[in-house]
């Protein structure tokens, strides 16, 4: 319920209360991939990171989005060969994705567009640093041989090329700047324009 | 442009002349960059229009420019006297950290973009570390800092017995005496990393075991059970082209972000979503024979299917 709070108006709204976890059963693929990650000690470990190097200059304005949330998000990307913006809107509509992300209830409003946006997402990855990550794949490696489930006894080793891809151009982003270059424009033009009235 | 060279490699004069042309062009193009860049920085300092902030921020730009300029200037003019290049040929003048590809393949294009490396169990496909270098450095300089990084993830771990790596496998371009004599002084056998193109045997005789724990000095730290297990691993070593290949599948054959934090960011967020996929292969038991029998010698448990597993978020 911590992370439905965190969310935004729209998972707090009016409406049926719907439980996540009786629409996606246990052998649901993504229910079991998402099941294997060490959520908290993750969530808990990008948290301290963000604190450390973007520490809050104050306290007042909407509570962010959780964390829990965006790093699902991520590694759903990733999981799902999906870009943000499809991954965003599937976390509107897929309650498995929805399971992924650790939202455990939500309120139905069908007037909602979306959950996340993908710029909240874009910004979050524009955050994580080298180190984080290399922190992030210990702790999964870590919990792993925790459980028993892997020992590094005896490891292989090797390399791959991977080729350098050009820059997304995704719409979202495209629309983003075009609304922020119009209303800076916007701006100037009202501060320039003569003012009407007194003669 | 992402690739360069022609589709056969083979005819060395063919290539050096196509370079050669390339980067006369170049050159022809960006002589009067120099003097351009220096009189539009004049203008910039004159120019009062503008903020403090935008200042800056074209300031930068330009400088970036000549820097950018200047480079590929001093590797041009190498190229065309026929002088070899001290360093990786730069591509991007924008992004350092990108350098060519070569994978010993004599009938493609080279590619240009970054070389991951990683570290994986050959039973199961579980990666331990990834590891993303500045440009294009020779194979055996990623082992070491894999090796601290799953010595790092081993310290972490509260297990009785404690954990260490016994064995490491590789290919051929990880045969290096310093390497091996690296590792050896770390408790790490090196029997899977091949001397020559002829296969590893898979079960050595007990003469042989003797001979691999002597020459690593490792007589008293490995026992030859463990040599065993670390000749098998090797043999199989070219399970990890299937690992590779699980990834490139997740989209890390092209580096979609930008710049080298970027890479490092897209490569580890599809280890991570590799491994939770492998956990969930190991919890189901879909793993193939060889795999299940190494894990039984390792002695490595699968999660009980009957066991309730509720919600764990």
Redesign the interface.
Known sequence: MRIVRHLQHWLTGRGPRLQVVDFVPETHPLRQWADTFPWAALVAAVDRSFAQRFPLKTARGRAPVATRVLLALELLKHELSCSDEQICSRLRTDLAVMYACGITEIHVDRTQGHFVLPEVLAQFRSRIDERLMEELITMQAAAAMEAGLVSPAHLVVDTFPSEQGSQRVNDAATLYKAKKKFSRSSRTFSTRAPRKGKS | M?RFGRQCRGQGHVFVKLVRETETQLLTLGQHVGSLALSAQLVLQNAARFSTRQHTRLATQLTAAIEAHQLIEHQSRRLTHGKTLSACKIV?PY?RT?AP?C?GKSNCPT????????????A?G?????HLPVGNPG?NS??LP?VD??Q???T????RPP?????????L??NDTALREALHARGILTV?IPHTVEPITSSPTQEEVGRILRDAGLHRQRTPY?VH??CA?GYS?P???SI?AS????????????GH?G???????????H???T??R???HRLSKRAQKLRRL?C????NSHQY?G???
Do not use: W
């Not at chain 2, 972490?156 to 297990?159: D, E, G, P, R």
């Not at chain 2, 990834?247 to 930008?258: A, I, P, T």
């Not at chain 2, 890479?263 to 979503?273: K, N, R, Y």
């Not at chain 2, 490595?300 to 999660?303: F, G, P, Q």
């Open positions: 992402r991007n992004d990108i590809i994978k590619q240009f973009g970054r070389k991951p490396g990683i570290i994986a169990e050959p199961s579980f990666i331990f570390a990834a194979d990623y082992v894999l990084k799953v790092q993830a081993i972490q771990v509260t297990h954990l260490a790596l016994h064995s490491l496998a590789g290919d371009a990880f899977g463990q297990l670390a691993c070593r399970v990890i082209e590779i990834l490139l599948c997740r989209g890390v054959d092209r580096v979609r972000y930008k934090r890479a490092i960011l897209q490569m580890g967020m599809t280890v991570m979503a491994n939770a996929a956990l969930v190991i919890e189901q390792l490595l448990r699968s999660r597993n919600s764990k978020n």
